[in-house]
């Protein structure tokens, strides 16, 4: 299984090896941030599944949860990529929109709902926590 996708203007091109661990979307504040809406949604994979062509720059930001994380993106387009824990090198999350073909992708949670807006409706289907979930990578 080889999964591939892309920034929006094609500069920043990647291709991952492996089946994602698991998928969730996030409402915090810096996802809002990083997609410009009211969540992002997140596949999350091993970091040494992932190859990626181009120039991706990234800047350190502390997200909601306390967590600095490494935020890829096309310096070119600006589109976010992926970011990338610092407290967990082995993981790497994968910004769902990137991806060529995103049919796959099932949240299994959302997070940092308490910090949700009204007007972004998230599948009523799926668990929804105020903040992080612990088990969450």
């Not at 920034?7 to 941030?33: A, L, M, N, T």
Request: hydrophobic share 30%.
């Amino acid at each position: 299984m080889t999964l591939t996708g892309r920034c929006s203007c094609g500069s920043v091109r990647y291709s991952i090896s492996e089946p994602p661990i698991r998928g969730f979307q996030c409402q915090c504040h810096d996802c809002q941030r990083d997609t410009g809406t009211g969540h992002s949604s997140v596949f999350v994979f091993p970091r040494n599944a992932l190859s990626v062509t181009g120039e991706v720059r990234e800047i350190a930001r502390t997200a909601d949860g306390g967590a600095v994380k490494r935020k890829g993106f096309c310096p070119n387009c600006g589109s976010p990529i992926y970011n990338k824990p610092d407290e967990k090198p082995e993981f790497i999350g994968i910004y769902v929109g990137t991806l060529d073909d995103a049919s796959t992708f099932k949240p299994a949670v959302a997070l940092f709902c308490s910090r949700g807006y009204a007007w972004d409706h998230l599948d009523p289907e799926i668990p929804k926590l105020p903040e992080w979930h612990p088990g969450s990578r």
